[in-house]
């Protein structure tokens, strides 16, 4: 069965410092695979997703996430945080081989920013 | 262009209440999705339509909750009655449908139910 798991329930990072939250997932086939930013009061909001290809990919704000098959990771990264970027992240997995449109979420990582 | 919309956007109720959720996704958006998101959890899928019609249901538990998407629009989302585990937030999301999981979704603010 598809799962995901992001390891780090509460990230806390100082402005301007770099930033890595982990993602783990369990999928039999090729994974389609997202990050989502959720803010308080708002819907999720896509930063960026993998499909095949180059393995690293960009994402808006400045972010980037890696796919590691080996490691079967997605970490997303950004290499200086701002204030803003206080929110709930998701890291989900699509079903790439049904293709049915389905996502699969993980539990959330909480990022705090200090100034 | 306007986003996924949801009313009400929080809803406190008692116990073997009814309650329903509305949903009006992005214009042109074929596929609807319902999620739950319970405190601390990311979202899980109760529900996916293609226009009318409902093709992935198996998460909804349907001896209480039921949703409708007649003209392959707007959705209703309703729990009849309500227990208390029922206090989550409920997504509505949409996306084109063209591309199935390659699709991005498009995610709604949410409908906070409280159930007392």
Same mark, same amino acid.
């Given at each position: 069965a598809q799962s995901v798991t992001q390891p780090d329930i509460h990230i806390t990072v100082s402005e301007g410092a770099s930033l890595e939250l982990r993602c783990n997932y369990s999928y039999g086939a090729t994974p389609y695979l997202f990050w989502y930013v959720q803010s308080p009061g708002q819907g999720l909001q896509l930063l960026l997703k993998y499909? @095949? *290809?180059?393995?690293l990919v960009q994402g808006i704000k400045g972010f980037e996430a890696e796919f590691k098959r080996s490691q079967s990771s997605f970490n997303l990264r950004k290499p200086s945080v701002h204030w803003s970027d206080a929110a709930e992240y998701f890291c989900a997995v699509g &079903? +790439? @081989? *049904?293709?049915?449109g389905k996502l699969i979420f993980g539990q959330g990582t909480t990022l705090q920013v200090k100034p | 262009e306007a986003g996924v919309v949801q009313s009400p956007r929080y809803k406190i109720i008692e116990k073997k209440q009814p309650v329903a959720f509305w949903c009006n996704p992005i214009s042109g958006h074929n596929t609807l999705y319902w999620y739950r998101q319970n405190l601390g959890q990311g979202p899980e899928l109760l529900i996916r339509y293609e226009n009318e019609e %409902?093709? &992935? &249901? @198996? #998460? !909804? $538990?349907?001896d209480r909750f039921s949703a409708e998407r007649l003209k392959g629009v707007d959705s209703t989302l309703k729990i #009849? $009655? %309500?227990? !208390? +585990?029922? =206090?989550a937030v409920y997504l509505c999301a949409s996306s084109l *449908? !063209? !591309? %199935? =999981?390659r699709d991005e979704q498009y995610f709604g603010p949410g409908t906070r139910l409280t159930v007392t």
């Open positions: 499909f @095949s *290809g180059d393995t &079903d +790439g @081989s *049904g293709n049915t | %409902a093709v &992935d &249901d @198996s #998460q !909804l $538990p349907k #009849q $009655p %309500a227990e !208390l +585990g029922d =206090s *449908g !063209l !591309l %199935a =999981s």
